[in-house]
C-alpha cells in the first residue's frame, strides 16, 4: 500500500502539516510528488484540495482509520519536487505556511486549454458566392445570407483571408450547425489554427550589434565560465557602475551556460524593465526566450509555464517570481540590480529572492550572478568576506561620462526667501535645458513620504534617542498627535517647536507627483510634461507607452518616482533633479541611509549618458550626510565603510540578524499578554537581544491589534529556532486561539 502526505490548501498555522492518505490502488502509477489531489477532510469528510509532498510504503497511523484520496486533479500543474523542497526551506526559513510557501513556488497553478482560433474561408468564388446569396434569400434563409454578405462586403485582396469562427458566431449570430450546413455545401470552409501566445515574440528584425567585450568585461565573463566548465558553481557580485557593460557580461555568460544544455533565469526588479531587458535578450537569442510577470494573461502564462518546463525555452526572464520558473535543467541565475528591494516578498511568505535564488542554485547545481551598480551592504559584506566573489567595472563602456553633480542645501533656500520646491540652481539650469530642447527627468523620493517630522529650518529631523532612527508620525483627530520609535517603543507628544533650533516651521514631510507636475506647470508653462508613477502606470502597456514617449521627446520634463530612475536609458536626458533626496533617510529602518544612496546613485546616472555630459541637482536638508555626498562622488567604497561600521555599532544586519515576530489579534488584552510571554520566551535565548514588545508600525488594522517583537542575533539558526519553538507554543496552547503569529526576517 502507498501512502501519500499532504498539505492542505488553506493557510491556516494549526493545519500547516502534512496529513496522511491512503493512494487507491488505481492512482499509484499516476501520483507523483507535487501532485495536486482532492481530499476528504475533517470530521464532515469535506472535499478540499491539497498538495502530496511525500510518499511512502509506511502508515503513521492506524490504517483502518486512514482516508483514501479522492481525486488526482489532471488539470493542475505538477510541482517540480525540487521546487517543493525549495518551498519546505522558505517555509522554514521564513516562518510562512507551507500552503503559501508552495503557492510561491507555483506561479502557474492551472491549466489554461491552448487557445485555437477558427478561420472561415471561402471556398467559391466570388462571382458564384453571389449566385449563392440570391439563391438562399429566395429561399428566406437569412442566417446563410448574413454570412454571404460579409463575405461580399470584403475586397479581393482581403476576401480569400477569411473570417474570424468568433466573429462570425457573436457578431453575425450564426449557430455552428449554420455554418457546419454552409462548409457540407462546399461554400466555405472552417480551419483551425493553433494561436500561441508569445508575449514575446517580434517581427521587426533590427539586428543587434554585438560589441566586443572590453578586458575588463572579459575577464568577469572568462572566470565565470572557468569556474563552470571545471564544475565551481558559486555566486559571483559584479559591482559595476551604470553603463558599464553589466548586462553585455551577462549576455555573454548566458550565451556559453546555453551551450552546455543549461538554463538560465534572470531577474529584474520590476515590470517596467522588462521591456528594456526582454529586447537585448530577443536580439540575441529570438524565441528561445521568454517572459514571465504579473500583466500577462493567464493563458500567456500558462505557455511560458509549460514552454519552460518542456525545454523549449532557454532563458526566462521577470521580476521577483520568475525565479519559479520549471526548468528541469537549471544552470544559472542572473539577478539584476540585486540590491532593489521589490526582491523582497511584502506578502508571505516573506521572502528573500536572492537568497531564495541562491539556495535554488545550491539544491540543483547552478551558479548565481548579482550585478548592481550600488550593491546591496548585505551582497558586498559577503563578497568582502569572501563569500561570493567580487568583479569590479569602474567604467562605462561606451563613451559617457559621470554627470556634474550640485548638492543644494534646501536651509539656504530658505534663509533666503525660496519657498518653492525648486531650488535656484535646479531652477535655472531647467530654463537652460528647456531652451535648449534637452530634456529633464524630476526625481521624487516617494520613499519615506510623511514617514518622519523634520525642520524646515534647521533640517532636523526628530529622532529616538536609543535607537538612531527616526520617530514616525502617528495620526489622531486628523493630525499628528504623537511620534514614535518602531524599534523600541518610545513615544513623544507632536513637538511645536523644533527641538534643534526652536524655529516653528517643522512638519511631517511629503508632497506627491502630482503636486510636483502642477508646480512644474505653473512654473514652466511652455515645458510639455509627463508624469510615471503607480498612478499613471495601471494599464498593461502603460509603462512602456510613457518610456516609449518620453525617449522619443514626447516631452520636455517627466516626472516620477523610484520608477523612472531604474535602469531607463534616454539619450537626450541632460539634467536630473532630485527634489528631496534625503526623504528617504527618515523612514526609520536600519536601511535608511543605504536606500537613500542607492536612489540618489541611481538618479545621477540617468544624467548625460550618450556624447551630451549631464548635470545634477540634489536638493537635500541634510548635504554633509555621507549616504548624499558619496552619492555625488559615485563612491561606493566610501559608503559601504561608513555604513558598515554602524551596522557594527548597532548589530544590525548583515552584522547580525533580526526576526521580527508580530503578533495579531482582535482582542487587545490578548495580543499584549502573549507578545509579553514570547517576549520573555525569547529573552530565554542568550545569544538573542530582544527589543520590545511595543505597538506595531501600523498599531491596529482592520480592528486587528499588532504588537511587535524584535530579536537580534548573529546566529539566523537561533532566531529560525525561536520562530519554531513559538509555533509550536501556539500549537501547544490553548489560551491564546484568538492570535495569530507572523514572522519576518531582516526586513524592518
Ligand atoms: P549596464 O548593464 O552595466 O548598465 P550595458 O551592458 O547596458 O551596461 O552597457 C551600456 C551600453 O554600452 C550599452 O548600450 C551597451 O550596448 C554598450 N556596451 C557594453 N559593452 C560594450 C563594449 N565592450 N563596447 C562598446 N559598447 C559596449
Ligand atoms: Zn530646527
Ligand atoms: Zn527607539
Not at 463575405?151 to 483571408?161: C, V
Not at 557580461?249 to 555573454?252: D, L, S, W
Not at 543605504?594 to 550618450?610: D, I, S, V
Given at each position: ?18 496529513f496522511?492518505?491512503?493512494?487507491p490502488?488505481e492512482?499509484?502509477f499516476?501520483i507523483?510528488?507535487?501532485s ?11 472535499p478540499?484540495?491539497g498538495y502530496v509532498?511525500?510518499?511512502s510504503?509506511e ?7 486512514t482516508?483514501s484520496?479522492?481525486?488526482i486533479m489532471k488539470?493542475?500543474?505538477v510541482v517540480?519536487?525540487h521546487l517543493?523542497?525549495?518551498a519546505?526551506?522558505?517555509k522554514?526559513n ?7 510557501a ?5 506561479p502557474?497553478?492551472r491549466?489554461i486549454k491552448e487557445q485555437i ?7 467559391v468564388e ?6 449563392k446569396?440570391?439563391?438562399f ?5 437569412s ?7 460579409e ?11 477569411g473570417?474570424?469562427?468568433s ?8 449557430t ?12 466555405i470552409?472552417?480551419d ?5 501566445r ?5 517581427t521587426d528584425?533590427?539586428?543587434e ?6 578586458g575588463?568585461?572579459?575577464h568577469?565573463?572568462?572566470a565565470?565560465?572557468n ?5 565551481i ?6 559591482h559595476g557602475?551604470t ?5 553585455e557580461?551577462?549576455?555573454?555568460i548566458?550565451?556559453k ?20 531587458m ?6 540575441r537569442?529570438?524565441n528561445?526566450i521568454?517572459?514571465m510577470?504579473?500583466?500577462l494573461?493567464?493563458?500567456e502564462?500558462f505557455d511560458q ?14 521580476p521577483r517570481?520568475?525565479?519559479f520558473a520549471?526548468f ?11 540590491h532593489?528591494?521589490?526582491?523582497q516578498?511584502?506578502?508571505p ?8 535564488a541562491?539556495?535554488?542554485?545550491k539544491?540543483v ?16 559584506y ?8 567580487l568583479?569590479e ?11 556634474k553633480v ?7 533656500e530658505l534663509?533666503?526667501k525660496?519657498?518653492?520646491i525648486?531650488?535656484?540652481?535646479l531652477?535655472?539650469?531647467?530654463r537652460d535645458?528647456?531652451q535648449?530642447?534637452?530634456q529633464?527627468?524630476l526625481f521624487l ?8 517630522v523634520?525642520c524646515?529650518q534647521?533640517g ?23 511620534l514614535m520609535?518602531?524599534?523600541c ?5 507632536m513637538?511645536?517647536k ?6 516653528i516651521?517643522i512638519s ?6 502630482e503636486?510636483?507636475?502642477q508646480?512644474?506647470k505653473k ?11 503607480a ?18 521627446g514626447?516631452?520636455d ?8 530612475v ?14 528631496a533626496?534625503?526623504?528617504s533617510?527618515?523612514?526609520g529602518?536600519?536601511l535608511a541611509a ?17 556624447d ?8 537635500t ?9 558619496c552619492?555625488a562622488?559615485?563612491?561606493?567604497k566610501d ?14 544586519p ?7 515576530v508580530?503578533?495579531?489579534s482582535e482582542n487587545e ?18 545569544d538573542?537581544?530582544v527589543?520590545?514588545?511595543t505597538?506595531?508600525a501600523?498599531?491596529?488594522a482592520k480592528?486587528?491589534?499588532?504588537r511587535m ?5 548573529v546566529d ?5 529556532s ?5 509555533e ?9 486561539k484568538?492570535c495569530?503569529l ?5 526586513c524592518i
Open positions: 500500500m502507498i501512502f501519500a502526505d499532504v498539505i492542505i490548501d488553506i493557510s491556516v498555522k494549526s493545519l500547516d502539516r502534512p496522511q492518505y491512503i493512494v490502488e492512482m499509484e499516476d507523483d510528488i507535487g495536486v489531489v482532492k481530499i476528504p477532510f475533517g470530521i464532515g469528510n469535506r478540499m484540495t509532498v511525500g510518499l510504503g502508515a503513521k497511523f492506524d490504517v483502518s482509520k482516508k484520496i479522492l481525486e488539470q493542475a500543474v517540480e519536487s517543493l523542497s525549495l519546505y526551506w522558505i522554514e521564513y516562518g510562512s505556511t507551507m500552503n503559501d508552495i503557492k510561491a513556488v507555483m502557474v497553478k491549466e482560433k477558427r478561420i472561415i474561408y471561402p471556398a466570388i462571382e458564384k458566392m453571389k449566385i446569396r440570391d439563391e434569400e429566395k429561399k428566406h434563409n442566417a446563410r445570407v448574413r454570412l454571404l454578405d463575405f461580399l462586403k470584403l475586397d479581393r485582396e482581403t476576401y480569400n483571408a473570417l474570424d469562427y466573429y462570425v458566431t457573436k457578431k453575425l449570430r450564426l455552428a450547425s449554420v455554418i457546419e450546413g454552409l462548409r457540407k455545401l462546399n461554400i470552409t472552417v483551425a489554427m493553433q494561436q500561441y508569445n508575449p514575446v515574440e517580434r528584425d533590427i539586428p550589434i554585438r560589441p566586443v567585450l572590453n575588463r568585461q572579459k568577469i565573463v572568462d565565470v565560465l569556474d563552470y566548465i571545471t564544475d558553481r558559486g555566486t559571483y557580485l559584479i557602475i553603463g558599464s557593460g553589466k548586462t557580461v551577462y549576455m555573454n548566458v550565451e551556460i546555453i551551450c552546455l544544455g543549461k538554463q538560465v533565469i534572470v531577474l529584474i526588479p520590476e515590470i517596467s524593465l522588462t521591456f528594456q526582454v529586447d537585448r535578450f530577443y536580439k537569442f529570438g528561445r521568454s517572459v510577470h504579473s500583466r494573461s493567464a493563458g502564462r509555464y509549460t514552454r519552460a518546463k518542456n525545454g523549449e525555452i532557454d532563458v526566462m526572464i521577470g517570481s520568475a525565479l520549471p528541469q535543467n537549471l544552470g544559472l541565475i542572473v539577478i539584476d540590480e540585486e532593489d528591494t521589490s526582491y516578498s511584502d506578502m511568505p516573506k521572502y528573500h529572492a536572492r537568497e531564495v541562491i539556495q535554488r542554485a539544491m547545481g547552478a551558479s548565481v550572478i548579482l550585478g548592481s551598480a550600488t550593491p546591496s551592504v548585505d551582497s558586498y559577503k563578497a568582502v568576506k569572501g563569500r561570493y566573489r568583479f567595472l569602474n567604467e562605462r563602456a561606451g563613451n559617457a561620462v559621470y554627470p550640485y548638492i543644494e542645501d534646501l536651509r539656504e534663509k533666503a525660496n519657498y518653492s525648486f531650488s535656484r540652481r531652477d535655472e539650469l531647467m535645458r528647456l535648449k530642447k534637452e529633464i527627468m523620493n516617494r520613499r519615506g513620504f510623511a514617514g518622519s523634520s524646515r534647521c532636523e529631523v526628530i529622532g529616538c534617542p536609543h535607537c538612531s532612527v527616526a520617530l514616525k508620525p502617528h495620526m489622531a483627530g486628523g493630525r499628528v498627535s504623537y520609535c518602531h524599534y517603543g518610545y513615544k513623544i507628544p513637538p511645536d523644533c527641538p534643534e533650533c526652536g524655529s516651521y511631517s514631510f511629503g508632497i506627491g507627483t503636486q510636483v507636475e508646480m512644474v512654473r514652466f508653462p511652455e515645458a510639455s510634461v509627463l508624469r510615471m508613477d498612478d499613471t502606470t495601471t494599464g498593461k502597456h502603460a509603462h512602456e507607452s510613457i518610456i516609449k514617449s518620453y525617449s522619443e514626447g516631452a520634463i517627466l516626472i516620477g518616482t523610484q520608477m523612472i531604474k535602469g531607463h536609458d534616454f539619450a537626450n536626458v541632460t539634467l536630473v533633479g532630485i527634489l533626496a534625503d526623504l533617510l527618515n523612514v529602518d536600519y543605504e536606500k537613500t544612496f542607492q536612489l540618489t546613485t541611481q538618479a545621477c546616472g540617468r544624467a548625460g549618458r550618450a551630451k555630459p549631464g548635470e545634477v541637482v540634489i536638493q536638508y541634510q548635504p554633509e550626510h555621507y549616504s548624499i555626498v552619492a562622488q559615485n563612491d561606493y559608503f559601504y565603510k561608513q555604513e558598515i561600521v554602524i551596522r557594527e555599532m548597532l548589530q544590525y548583515p552584522i547580525s540578524n533580526i526576526l521580527g508580530l503578533v495579531l488584552s490578548s495580543a499584549d499578554n502573549l507578545a509579553k510571554i514570547l517576549a520573555d520566551r525569547m529573552k530565554l535565548y542568550h538573542v537581544t527589543l520590545g514588545p505597538p506595531a501600523i498599531a491596529k480592528d486587528i491589534h499588532r517583537i524584535y530579536g537580534k542575533c539566523y539558526g537561533i532566531l529560525c525561536v520562530k519554531n519553538s513559538f509550536e507554543f501556539m500549537h501547544e496552547t490553548d489560551s491564546f484568538d495569530r507572523n514572522f519576518e526576517f531582516n
